[in-house]
């Protein structure tokens, strides 16, 4: 049987080691992601991808439409649909809430 001080320790030993672990995978996850890519000379800045949504429909080889059922399997609220409540104007796309 565990005396009382060896249960302490090891119970201050696993949360230590558990808040350790939480610490190493934020600064992971916050790492700044590498991107093969040259600054430009003005701001330090690359653009590695833009869509500047020219024309009435989404560009197929940027995007894919997810569309699903009612709660996605998750139950979330939403609904998703096969991109009609998307509105172009000029250079600009709205995705319009629909209830």
């Given at each position: 049987m565990k005396s009382w001080r060896?249960?302490?320790l090891e119970k201050a030993f696993l949360v230590s080691l558990t808040l350790g672990l939480v610490l190493v995978a934020t600064l992971i996850a916050?790492?700044?992601m590498a991107v093969n890519a040259q600054?430009?000379?003005q701001g330090g800045y690359t653009?590695?991808?833009s869509d500047e949504f020219?024309?009435?429909?989404l560009d197929m080889s940027n995007w894919v439409i997810e569309t699903g059922?009612?709660?996605w399997g998750n139950g979330?609220?939403?609904y998703y649909t096969n991109g009609q409540n998307l509105i172009f104007n000029g250079?600009?796309?709205?995705i319009q809430a629909r209830k």
């Open positions: 060896n249960h302490k916050s790492a700044p600054p430009d000379s653009l590695v991808w020219n024309g009435s429909s059922g009612h709660g979330e609220r939403e250079s600009t796309m709205t």
